[in-house]
Each structure stands twice: as C-alpha cells, then as structure tokens.
C-alpha cells in the first residue's frame, strides 16, 4: 500500500469552509480514481494545519492519479490562504484494532534513518513497536510510511479520542526512545492531530464491506456509488430485480432510502476471501415513503421493521462489481402488514 500526504497550513477560520469543500468535492473524485483504497483527513484546529493522506493499491495507481488530484489540490490551498507540501511514502506496516471515529487523536512522528538499515529497522517496528502499541488502552490503529530513498519514515497512530492520546503520551515516549537506542535513527518531529473522517481501507475485502455498510449508513450516497465499479456492476435482488451498471446502483439507493428514510444496516456477521464476501445483516427502519419495488408500488405504512438479509459481493481491484441480495419477502411484507394470503418466502 502506497500514501499520499498532503501536508496545508492555512488560516485556521477557513478550516471548516476546508473540510466541507474537501468531503463533499474531493472525497468522491479521489476514491474513484482506479487503486484507491480511501482518505483520511487530519487537523489542528488552533494553528490551521491540516493533512489530506490518500492511499492507493500500488505506486503506479497513485502516480497515475497525480494529475486527476491536482486542480483539487490548488482549489483546496487556495481556500484555506494556505501553502502545500506533498509527500509520497510506501505503507509496509497498517495494523489496526478497531476502525478510528471522527474525533479520534492522531499523532504522527517523523523520522530520520538511513536508507540502508531501513529494512531493518521496518521488522524492528513490526516486531517490537507494534505489540507494545497495541497492548496500550485506547489505542486504534497504527503504521509505518516509509521513504527508501531518503530513509525518513513517518509513524502514525490513531487513538479513541484526544484523552486517550493525552493519556499514552508518556508510554509513547519510553517506546521511541527504545526504538531509537535500536534502530540508530533520529526523531524529526512529534505531531498531533485531531481525525476528521477516514474511509482507509486494508484492502481485505472484509474492510471493503464493512466501508460499505458504514457509507450507507451515514446516507453517503457519492461516497457508496464511489465503492462500486459502475461500468460493470451487476446486481440480483428478490422479485427478479436484475440490473447493470449506474442504474444498479442508483435504483438499490432510491429504492430503500426513499421508503425508509431512518433505515440502518446492522452487521450478525461478515465472512470474506481473496475475491468477494457475504454480509449477513439486518435492515432496520420506519416505512414513512413509497416502497417502489419490481411488483409496483406500497404506499407509507409507518410501520418499523427489522427483516434478516444477506448480500454476496464479488470484488476487482477494491471495487463491487457484482452485488447479489437475499431475503424473505413475506416477512418484510408481513412486517408491513401487507402480506397477501397464501404467499410463500423467495429470494
């Protein structure tokens, strides 16, 4: 895995005007660039910094979207009164914990090492650093970016919330400072930040599921359409709802969304291999709008309902091209009260 760090300082009263532009321009056209596995966004609110990290499958993916990020990038600087750095690492080490929130505290700590011992020092921080870390409350997630070239490395480490980071600050001191008596190498700096959101991905389709459901429920239709690969997408559903491509997506979107404006998808269980995966889950919400289904159409009931559900995806490349989606449709209807006599459960 390969990172992008973009590194603003600006006016810290044009940091939220920033963030919107970023979340609701940037964001979707970077994750749809081809090999992008999802942006996680950073700030110091009190002295207008912020980081915009992009990961990417591969150096050739994120080379390749280079010139697609530019015009944001310029747009992004020049809203914030700011200037800009660009950094390009390789990400041999991402463990994470659990999945950091908004809010959560994030420290990065640059170093300075030589090239030559860098191998070294990568298995020294898998082997030593890593255990440590992730024994340490409140802890996220954490990883090592990497510059072979140069040497210089950058650790990042997410915490729960900034009490959680406040909290480690003196264990996290004693662990570099035994990582530096080993590796040789020289603190450059230690950074903290606050998360704005992140969308990384491992690249284990496990992640890639659970971004799924995670975009669906925050109502993040750019950033679901954005998970799919629309020009080959291929969707099955109960009612012989069979369809391809962005007209998939879009009429899977409207159709639950607009019936159950409150729905949520909850996870029972995920279980993924080198290609696809299965979401075992239920759908829960209020029927306050027109249900428009293959069979016609069920007006409002204002009825809630928790119906079992499973979705098989098939992945390429990070990306959903075949999504199929079973569940008992006497259930739901029942659920609603709409149910015909003598009707039988399909898929």
Not at 77 to 90: A, C, R
Not at 136 to 147: E, I, N, Y
Not at 221 to 245: I, K, N, Y
Request: proline share 4%.
């Amino acid at each position: 895995m390969y990172i992008r760090l973009n590194m603003l300082a600006g006016d810290p009263a044009r940091l939220d005007e920033g963030a919107r532009y970023l979340e609701g321009t940037v964001r979707p056209h970077v994750e749809a660039q081809p090999g992008n596995r999802g942006l996680a966004f950073l700030t110091n609110a009190d002295l207008g910094l912020c980081v915009i990290a992009s990961y990417w499958d591969s150096a050739d993916a994120m080379t390749a979207s280079e010139q697609a990020v530019q015009v944001s990038r310029k747009e992004m600087t020049e809203l914030m009164s700011g200037t800009v750095t660009v950094e390009h690492y390789e990400v041999p080490v991402f463990v994470r914990r659990s999945r950091p929130q908004a809010g959560a505290g994030v420290r990065m700590v640059r170093i300075e090492g030589n090239p030559a011992t860098l191998d070294a020092a990568i298995e020294e921080f898998r082997n030593t650093a890593i255990p440590e870390l992730m024994d340490m409350p409140g802890l996220c997630s954490a990883q090592l970016m990497t510059d072979r070239i140069t040497g210089r490395s950058i650790v990042v480490v997410a915490w729960e919330d900034a009490a959680a980071m406040a909290a480690s600050r003196a264990a996290a001191a004693r662990l570099r400072a035994d990582m530096i008596a080993v590796t040789h190498a020289q603190i450059r700096s230690v950074e903290e930040y606050r998360l704005e959101f992140s969308s990384v991905r491992e690249g284990d389709t496990r992640s890639l599921i659970e971004r799924n459901i995670e975009l669906w429920n925050a109502r993040d239709r750019e950033g679901w359409l954005a998970a799919a690969d629309l020009h080959r997408l291929e969707l099955q559903a109960p009612g012989g709802l069979r369809l391809l491509g962005r007209e998939a997506a879009d009429t899977v979107w409207s159709m639950w969304h607009e019936a159950f404006p409150d729905n949520r998808l909850h996870i029972t269980g995920i279980h993924a291999d080198d290609r696809g995966g299965v979401h075992e889950g239920r759908f829960t919400g209020t029927h306050t709008g027109t249900l428009r289904g293959p069979a016609g159409e069920i007006e409002p009931t204002n009825r809630t309902v928790d119906a079992p559900f499973c979705s098989v995806y098939e992945f390429d490349e990070g990306k959903i091209i075949s999504a199929h989606l079973f569940f008992d449709q006497v259930e739901l209807l029942t659920q609603l009260g709409v149910a015909p006599a003598g009707t039988s459960s399909g898929s």
